[in-house]
């Protein structure tokens, strides 16, 4: 069993930045690849970045690249998602979310965080 809690969320205008951190607990944290997804008020929940474990390969979004940049610290046993140049199309609820394996699909991902919402003003 892995729990997962997520903070830095918050509102922003557009052109800043803000970091996400998601902190697991139980399990070890090196053995699972860690998403970031989002679900926007009557959307689907899109897949915004993954990492492998043991900070393996990573995986972006076409609509964060270049932007949005994720990172893991094993000694913290925390995935951070950094978040810069938002637009006002980045607000969302962000869920981060754990597996073994890393992956675009959101149904592959056995454990999920109760999100964070950040909101992009314009």
């Known amino acids: 069993q892995v729990q997962l809690v997520e903070s830095g969320g918050g509102l922003v205008q557009a052109g800043g930045s803000l970091r996400l951190s998601c902190v697991a607990s139980g399990r070890t944290f090196s053995s699972y690849g860690m998403g970031w997804f989002r679900q926007a008020p009557g959307k689907e929940r899109q897949f915004v970045a993954a990492?492998?474990?043991?900070?393996?390969?990573?995986y972006y979004a076409d609509s964060v690249k270049g932007r949005f940049t994720i990172s893991s610290d094993n000694a913290k046993n925390t995935v951070y998602l950094q978040m810069n140049s938002l637009k006002p199309e980045d607000t969302a609820v962000y869920y981060c979310?754990?597996?073994?394996?890393?992956?675009?699909?959101?149904?592959?991902?056995?454990?999920w965080g109760q999100g964070t919402q950040v909101t992009v003003s314009s």
């Open positions: 979310a754990a597996d073994p394996r890393a992956s675009y699909y959101s149904s592959v991902y056995a454990y």
């Open positions: 990492i492998g474990k043991s900070s393996g390969r990573i």
